[in-house]
Structures are given as structure tokens and as C-alpha cells.
């Protein structure tokens, strides 16, 4: 039986086309953080799966890819439920081993710590457009800084890096989970039904006002709190969704919201507009919801029409290093959609600028040893003086070899003959 040749489902092989924009949109975005002073670092693509499994990764903890204990540790017969058979799983994001990394490294660390972070994760979704089972997330996280300066370094550090990479008109929508909670306290849903009541309303894009109140209703939610729930969205929608929203939601929400959260806001986007450098809009948005259960103020999307879809987001996290070390630390993070957007650069026909010129030695077969020596004396010069030199042998189709290399950018194409 033959080998299969197709990579898992969920997962894909990446043709030096594709690879070539994620270099270059890995390279953008690792020199626009730093100009922001992001400090890179790595962490290990597995985790204990208790890290992973506890109760802050929301719908992600039901993805894990779980690894079974090996060896001697294996004993599956002996095996009660889950836990005596799995001891790690492979990392679903990449804030969960930030916040282990910190914990175990804070002594060496500066504070506030500036981290970007790079790499592969898993989750076992369902495959789509745009969504796989193994893809790259890219974050930037600041840690050990309590005031909005956090969120405003990085909503100004990755909306310059979308900007430098050709992206115009997309929208930053923000929030605050705080908002969300006194909207429902003030509407009258009890604290543990909050949960149910956000899963709800983050339908809100696709179902829209009438879907979430028909979904609060089969709840069993009494009428009154869903209207007066509701109520609040439409007031904000016509005070508008930037600064008088704001305003009108903590206008209305007195005794309910701390009075920090709108003085936080309107800071963030004050100060966000007064030195922006890419197009777009920072709006306030109530029905943001993001679906981490860490999250403990601000959170953040990054939505773009040409997707129709988010394309990154964060938020607030205050809570999640006490998790590891028993004593809390403010942390703040934003993550780009990497994945969509190199597949909408693909999709735009865009093309890698500033490239090397690239030059193609073509040699034929049985060309002399004495010579080649020459050729590749050549090439090496070539490449000292910046070029990017193929040397290969010439096929015997030569047109159909030369016309592949032509579409991938080797503008000069060198023969050398056997004469």
C-alpha cells in the first residue's frame, strides 16, 4: 500500500510562493515591534496539559491536541478516566506559555517586560477558509504595566505593522470586559448567568439584535432584562460608536461601572488618534466580547472588510500570572491574524518589494569540470555583490525551465553550453 502523499487534514504544505510573503511579513513584523521595543523569545510547542486545561482558554481548551504519557507512565489498562493517560498537549496560543515562561523567568526579566512571540499552534477546529488545525500566531504582550499605556503601545505598535504591510480603512473595535459585566448586572441577568449571556451576544454580527434577543428568550431570560439589555445597544448606536458612546454607556451605567473604565477609554483613543500612523479607525464596540475567560478589562479586534472577518485581537489579563505564582501581575497582549493575512495578500496577487535581483546559471550536461570551476567562481561573485544566484542543470525541456524560472522572479537567465 502506498505512502499517502497529502498532509493531515487541517494542516498544509506551504510552496516556496507563499513562503516567500511569510518571510517578508515576518520580517515587517519582527522590525516594527522592535522599533517598539518588543524583546523576542521562544517557549516549547507542548505544555503540561493542566496548564492548558485550566478553565482560561475558553472554547480553545475543548481543541487540545492531548499527548499521551509514554513509556512506563503509560499504563492503559490500569487507566481511570482521562488524566492517567495524558500528561501534555500541544499549545492552542501562545499566551498561556508566555505567562508560565514569565512566571519561571521573572527574576531575569525587566520590568515591564516587553515579549513578541512567534511560532506554530494546534487546535482541532474544524478546517476552513483562512482557519487550519496547525497555524502561526504572532504576539506582542506587555507585562508588569497597570496603566493604559500598555494598550495604547499596542494598538499603535500593530496597527503600524498592518499599515506597513499595505492594509487600509480596517477597523480596531475595543471594549472593556467591565462594560459588559455592568450591562448585564444593570439589566438585571444574575452574575452566573453572565457567561451564557456573552456567548450569546458575541452572535451578535451574525444574528443581530432580533437572533440575540430570540436566543436570550429560549433561555429562559425574563423579558424585562433582555429589552432592557438590548435598550443599551441601540443607545449606543445612536450616540455613536466612538467617544459619545462611550459617554452614553457610562452615563447610563452609574452605580454599576467603576468610574476608571470611561477615563481608561477615552485616553486609549485619544491618545491612539493623536499618533496613529496607518488608516484606520479606533471604535467603540459593546458587543465585542472575545471569547478568552482571562480577559479582565480591555479587549480589542482587529476587524478588515476585505475579510469580513477579525483578523487579531487581546486584551487585559491581570489575573493569569498569579494562576502560576500566587501573586497577580498586570499583563496586556495583542495577537495578529498571521494566517489571513498572508492569505489575503496571496489572494491580492501581492508581490515581495525590494527583492535582490535574481540570476539563474543554466549548465549543460556534460559541461567541463575546468569550466565549471569558472561558473561557480562567477556565481560566488554574483552573490558577494547582493544577487541571488541559482546555479542548476539544464533540462532537456529547457523552454518549460526557463519559463518556471521566469515566473519565480529570475529576471536573467545565464546559459553556459558544452561547446
Same mark, same amino acid.
Given at each position: 500500500m502506498a505512502l499517502s502523499k497529502k498532509p493531515v487534514n487541517g494542516m498544509k504544505d506551504i510552496l516556496p510562493e507563499e513562503m516567500q510573503i511569510r518571510d517578508y511579513v515576518q520580517q515587517v513584523i519582527k522590525e516594527t515591534y522592535r522599533n517598539f521595543g518588543f524583546t523576542q523569545i521562544e517557549t516549547p510547542c507542548m505544555e503540561n496539559i493542566a496548564n492548558l486545561s485550566s478553565k482560561?482558554?475558553?472554547?480553545?481548551? @475543548?481543541?487540545? #491536541?492531548?499527548?499521551?504519557?509514554?513509556?512506563? $507512565?503509560?499504563?492503559?489498562?490500569?487507566?481511570? /478516566?482521562?488524566?492517567?493517560? &495524558?500528561d501534555f498537549g500541544m499549545r492552542y496560543d501562545l499566551t498561556v506559555p508566555l505567562v508560565r515562561y514569565y512566571s519561571n523567568n521573572a527574576n531575569d526579566l525587566p520590568s515591564p517586560f516587553k515579549a513578541l512571540q512567534m511560532g506554530n499552534v494546534w487546535r482541532a477546529d474544524r478546517p476552513q477558509r483562512g482557519r487550519y488545525r496547525q497555524f502561526m500566531q504572532c504576539d506582542i504582550d506587555i507585562i508588569g504595566e497597570p496603566s493604559n499605556l500598555a494598550e495604547i503601545e499596542l494598538i499603535l505598535a500593530t496597527t503600524t505593522t498592518i499599515g506597513k504591510l499595505g492594509f487600509k480603512n480596517f477597523e480596531i473595535r475595543i471594549n472593556e470586559r467591565r462594560i459588559l459585566k455592568a450591562m448585564a448586572a444593570?439589566?438585571?441577568?444574575?452574575?452566573?448567568?453572565?457567561? =451564557?449571556?456573552?456567548?450569546?451576544?458575541? $452572535?451578535?454580527?451574525?444574528?443581530?439584535?432580533?437572533?440575540?434577543?430570540?436566543?436570550?428568550? $429560549?433561555?429562559?431570560?425574563?423579558?424585562?432584562?433582555?429589552?432592557?439589555?438590548?435598550?443599551? #445597544? $441601540?443607545?449606543?448606536?445612536?450616540?455613536?460608536?466612538?467617544?459619545?458612546?462611550?459617554?452614553?454607556?457610562?452615563? =447610563?451605567?452609574?452605580?454599576f461601572l467603576e468610574e476608571d473604565v470611561e477615563k481608561n477609554l477615552l485616553e486609549i483613543i485619544n491618545s491612539v488618534n493623536a499618533a496613529?500612523?496607518? /488608516?484606520? @479607525?479606533?471604535?467603540?464596540?459593546?458587543?465585542?466580547?472575545?471569547?478568552?475567560?482571562?480577559? =479582565?478589562? =480591555?479587549?480589542f479586534e482587529i476587524a478588515m472588510p476585505e475579510l469580513g472577518a477579525a483578523c487579531g485581537g487581546g486584551g487585559r489579563y491581570d489575573k493569569m500570572v498569579g494562576k502560576f505564582?500566587?501573586? /497577580? &501581575?498586570?499583563?496586556?497582549?495583542?495577537?495578529?491574524?498571521f494566517e489571513r493575512i498572508v492569505l489575503l495578500l496571496m489572494?491580492?496577487?501581492?508581490?515581495?518589494?525590494?527583492?535582490?535581483?535574481?540570476?539563474?546559471?543554466?549548465?549543460?550536461?556534460?559541461?567541463?569540470?575546468?569550466?565549471? &570551476?569558472d561558473v561557480i567562481a562567477k556565481a560566488q561573485e554574483e552573490r558577494q555583490a547582493g544577487k541571488q544566484v541559482l546555479v542548476v542543470r539544464m533540462n532537456k525541456n529547457k523552454k518549460f525551465q526557463k519559463e518556471k524560472l521566469a515566473a519565480e522572479g529570475y529576471k536573467d537567465i545565464v546559459e553556459f553550453f558544452n561547446n
Open positions: 482560561q482558554g475558553g472554547e480553545n481548551e @475543548k481543541l487540545i #491536541f492531548k499527548v499521551m504519557k509514554r513509556g512506563e $507512565k503509560l499504563k492503559i489498562a490500569e487507566a481511570k /478516566d482521562e488524566t492517567d493517560l &495524558v444593570y439589566s438585571g441577568f444574575a452574575e452566573e448567568d453572565y457567561d =451564557t449571556v456573552f456567548i450569546i451576544l458575541d $452572535k451578535m454580527d451574525k444574528i443581530g439584535l432580533d437572533g440575540v434577543a430570540e436566543e436570550l428568550a $429560549k433561555e429562559g431570560y425574563a423579558k424585562e432584562s433582555i429589552d432592557k439589555y438590548l435598550g443599551l #445597544f $441601540k443607545g449606543v448606536e445612536e450616540a455613536g460608536n466612538g467617544i459619545d458612546g462611550i459617554c452614553y454607556i457610562a452615563k =447610563t451605567l452609574e452605580g496613529k500612523q496607518a /488608516d484606520f @479607525k479606533l471604535v467603540f464596540d459593546p458587543t465585542l466580547v472575545r471569547g478568552m475567560s482571562y480577559y =479582565t478589562g =480591555t479587549i505564582t500566587g501573586q /497577580d &501581575v498586570p499583563a496586556c497582549g495583542f495577537s495578529i491574524g489572494e491580492s496577487g501581492f508581490t515581495v518589494p525590494m527583492q535582490r535581483p535574481k540570476v539563474a546559471y543554466l549548465i549543460e550536461k556534460g559541461y567541463p569540470a575546468d569550466k565549471l &570551476v
